[in-house]
């Protein structure tokens, strides 16, 4: 790390001022500069729930985590091709490709998370016909021989895929290269979820968040570096700790909150010590090894080390919950916040059953919905603020 770069004074600003820069920029410009500083670069978006990045790394591609437009955005044309009844994120999706500021995409790939996002798979075919677009289904069968056979052979098309783009093959090597760059990428953002769960006022929500943000138009290699040096960054200013509620966020691995509503949360007296947010970033729960048959590597861990969500096919129904409640006991959280968007079917379906789990294990909890362009805090904070402060009273009773 080039601890030359960090400003003596308050060495983590600029880093979270650079990723700020990038979370609020709708025009793409981050990735447009990439492709220009190398004629004949290809950038392809994807839905970050989960895809396999390490396939277009390996291709020479840039991986571009596309999550809508945030509250920033006025949706006009996207609202025409959706109902009102839906999630908002196809529609400000579709308004972002509508408007052109999509452009520097060549191709889009849409992950399996529910049928809005299938149908809207189906939907950028028809409207950006020059563009190369996909769905990525995944097994629902874990069983290494029918599962992992059939994961293992979508990789290969999109892997094939991908090597038309480029115009020549994508190799063994080059595939087990990415993946070992990726490895280190979740590597450092393990560091900073646990850096953050045993200090959360040192790493607050509102950064580790603009963090993740960044490493959805940067590259993986770039990024991860980032997130290094945001921790030394971090550790050599002293910030107030604060007796404030430990809470674990769920529910919002697709649309995501407004950096607003996290800001509201953690104002309201809670530290988040773990949350859903961009998953792509943590799906795979541990390294892939990088010396063997990668995409037979990358479906295994799929199949068998892979974070749990309601946008994930449940094999074990009578584990639901567990992963949740690890994540409450292994942070150290004192309750849980189910922060879902509305008329988002997978996790509000999948709350009551959580709720059910958090109950019998006596974790206390509150619930409420957003969506991504929510602009009304003030009820989020006050409701987080009274949870925070019944755990307090609970706690100390």
Request: proline share 6%.
């Amino acid at each position: 790390m080039n601890t030359a770069t960090i400003n003596p004074i308050n060495p983590v600003a600029p880093i979270i001022a650079r990723c700020e820069a990038l979370f609020e920029d709708l025009d793409f410009n981050a990735v447009k500069q990439w492709k220009a500083a190398v004629p004949g670069r290809k950038a392809i978006g994807y839905m970050p729930v989960y895809v396999p990045r390490e396939l277009i790394h390996a291709a020479g591609m840039l991986p571009v985590g596309i999550l809508g437009g945030g509250d920033a955005l006025e949706v006009i044309q996207g609202d025409a091709y959706y109902q009102s009844y839906i999630c908002r994120i196809p529609r400000s999706t579709i308004e972002l490709g509508l408007t052109g500021r999509l452009d520097c995409l060549d191709g889009m790939l849409f992950p399996s998370i529910c049928d809005v996002i299938r149908n809207l798979s189906g939907m950028w075919q028809m409207l950006f016909k020059d563009k190369y677009v996909r769905y990525i289904d995944v097994p629902q069968n874990y069983e290494d021989a029918i599962g992992g056979r059939f994961y293992t052979q979508e990789m290969q098309i999109l892997r094939e895929d991908l090597a038309k783009l480029r115009g020549a093959p994508i190799t063994d090597a080059e595939l087990n290269a990415s993946i070992a760059v990726y490895n280190d990428n979740r590597a450092a953002i393990r560091d900073l979820y646990t850096y953050r769960a045993s200090k959360p006022w040192q790493a607050p929500t509102s950064e580790v968040y603009l963090l993740l943000r960044a490493g959805m138009v940067l590259p993986p290699e770039e990024h991860t570096a980032l997130v290094r040096q945001y921790l030394a960054a971090t550790e050599a200013v002293a910030r107030t700790k604060r007796d404030n509620a430990r809470v674990v966020i769920n529910g919002s691995f697709c649309e995501q909150p407004p950096l607003a509503l996290i800001k509201s949360i953690e104002m309201s007296g809670c530290y988040i010590v773990d949350d859903d947010f961009m998953l792509v970033t943590r799906w795979l729960l541990d390294d892939v090894p990088a010396d063997r048959s990668p995409l037979d590597e990358l479906s295994k861990a799929f199949l068998h080390r892979s974070a749990t969500s309601a946008a994930k096919y449940d094999a074990t129904r009578e584990e639901k919950g567990m992963f949740l409640l690890k994540q409450v006991k292994t942070r150290g959280a004192e309750g849980v916040v189910f922060a879902a968007p509305s008329f988002c079917d997978p996790a509000l379906l999948e709350r009551p059953m959580l709720q059910d789990v958090m109950g019998k294990h006596k974790v206390p909890y509150t619930a409420f919905k957003y969506a991504e362009n929510t602009g009304q805090m003030a009820p989020i904070r006050e409701q987080a603020g009274t949870f925070a402060d019944s755990i307090k009273l609970w706690s100390a009773a």
